[in-house]
């Protein structure tokens, strides 16, 4: 029975027990926000959409069919006169009518407008797909970025765990000293003071790395909630050739690539519209049965069958001068396209030289900080046993200290500024998202 009890009290432990955070690594968010993403997810969509809209039906260049059928009864009272003849009167004559039949309509030639709208059409849709791949470079960045502030928290949140222990060490240590008499009361108040100081920066800091994990979830789609773990640390990449990187960004960049297809479907709209000014040729061709009934007049029954064909040409004469103000919009519309890739073209230069010079300079005062940081571990392990050795005061001990904290708080930034430089560089090549 007692052995039925404890393994029942086991089972209930292991129940109630919090479940461990999952390790979450940033290929694995990476792969979850663009397969959960709304906003990505939109412009996934929308490139759809434009893709399946690229059609020779849709641009107008392929005939059209109906078919048509009707059927229609009537009643009426009648009253006919013939020449030589008595009048003839009928009152609820009946008369039924049947149609039916299939006609095609094909436009042959309009001036080549259909043409120019497939080419918009596919200008279209292949300005929709840039858009995506935008947004996803753009989301990747986001990711990634949201990411590497978790781990900025986490690796800041450590740093203040290690100033709370030399803390407690340092007030035990003050503690010890002053029950012999070696230190003042206001020294041992002032060791108690600072450990409750780093114990409020240390909360301060979980709320910060707890609001950065908030912000991923978000841009994952997820339960803002959700509890993880990230890694220990995002390396950087290998220094990259930015030549190679300048030359793909200006080649491929869905940014650059957007502006170049605005110019195409401002072309594609002006070779169009130009359609309208030429006259329009179409076919016609048909099969038409009909049926017509009545119970008065000349014709008691009255049915037909057959082809009919024919050929069609209009030209508009005058719409307004609508069609004459579409053409000069459509030319505007050419030159802010030509003027828009220009724009966009000098913007990519300027956006890849200051982030060139962001990612060199982030890699400068990483090196630096990294240096800095080991000569401030060095002077606070120095200072900690020196305090124990009772050479030093213990206020001498918290300056090392700060140093020690202000250190790693700038190497972590540091890393996180050359991370962030980094991916602008990749994004504005297009290099992010796989």
């Known amino acids: 029975m007692k052995a039925r009890i404890a393994s029942l009290a086991s089972v209930l432990a292991l129940a109630v027990m919090p479940r461990a955070a999952e390790l979450l690594t940033l290929e694995h968010a990476l792969s979850l926000a663009l397969d959960s993403n709304r906003t990505y997810r939109i412009s996934v969509l929308e490139a759809r959409s434009a893709a399946e809209a690229v059609s020779w039906g849709e641009a107008g260049a392929l005939p059209k069919v109906d078919a048509t059928a009707s059927y229609t009864k009537s009643i009426n009272d009648t009253r006919q006169v013939r020449v030589g003849a008595a009048p003839e009167e009928k009152n609820g004559a009946e008369g039924t009518s049947k149609l039916a039949g299939v006609t095609g309509n094909w436009t042959v030639f309009e001036g080549l407008s259909s043409l120019a709208a497939h080419k918009r059409l596919a200008a279209t849709a292949s300005l929709y797909e840039q858009r995506r791949e935008g947004s996803r470079q753009a989301l990747a960045a986001q990711i990634i970025l949201a990411y590497g502030d978790v781990v900025r928290q986490r690796t800041l949140l450590a740093a203040l765990d290690t100033a709370v222990s030399l803390s407690r060490e340092r007030v035990k240590l003050t503690q010890g000293k002053y029950g012999f008499g070696g230190v003042s009361k206001l020294e041992l108040l002032q060791a108690q003071l600072d450990l409750n100081a780093d114990l409020s920066a240390r909360l301060r800091q979980a709320v910060s790395l707890d609001e950065g994990k908030r912000a991923l979830n978000r841009l994952l789609s997820r339960d803002e909630g959700a509890d993880f773990l990230s890694e220990d640390s995002i390396p ?82 005058f719409d307004g001068f609508s069609v004459r103000d579409d053409w000069r919009r459509s030319r505007r519309a050419m030159a802010q396209a030509d003027l828009g890739y220009e724009d966009s073209k000098a913007g990519m230069e300027g956006a890849l030289a200051d982030a060139e010079q962001a990612y060199h300079a982030s890699l400068e005062m990483l090196n630096l900080e990294t240096a800095n940081v080991a000569l401030a571990r060095e002077n606070m392990g120095i200072a900690m046993e020196r305090l124990r050795l009772g050479s030093i005061a213990s206020l001498e001990l918290r300056a090392a200290q700060e140093k020690f904290v202000a250190s790693e708080t700038r190497l972590v930034s540091a890393h996180y500024e050359s991370k962030r430089a980094e991916t602008e560089l990749f994004r504005l090549a297009g290099r992010l998202a796989p």
Do not use: H
């Open 236 to 317: 950087l990449a290998p220094a990259p050739d930015m030549a190679a990187i300048k030359r793909q960004a200006m080649e491929s960049s869905p940014a650059l690539r957007q502006a170049g297809l605005g110019r195409a479907l401002a072309s594609a709209a002006y070779r169009e519209y130009l359609g309208k000014l030429f006259p329009a040729v179409g076919l016609s061709l048909g099969y038409n049965y009909s049926l017509a009934e009545s119970q008065a007049g000349f014709l008691r029954e009255n049915e037909a069958a057959g082809l009919s064909y024919g050929v069609n040409v209009k030209m508009n004469l």
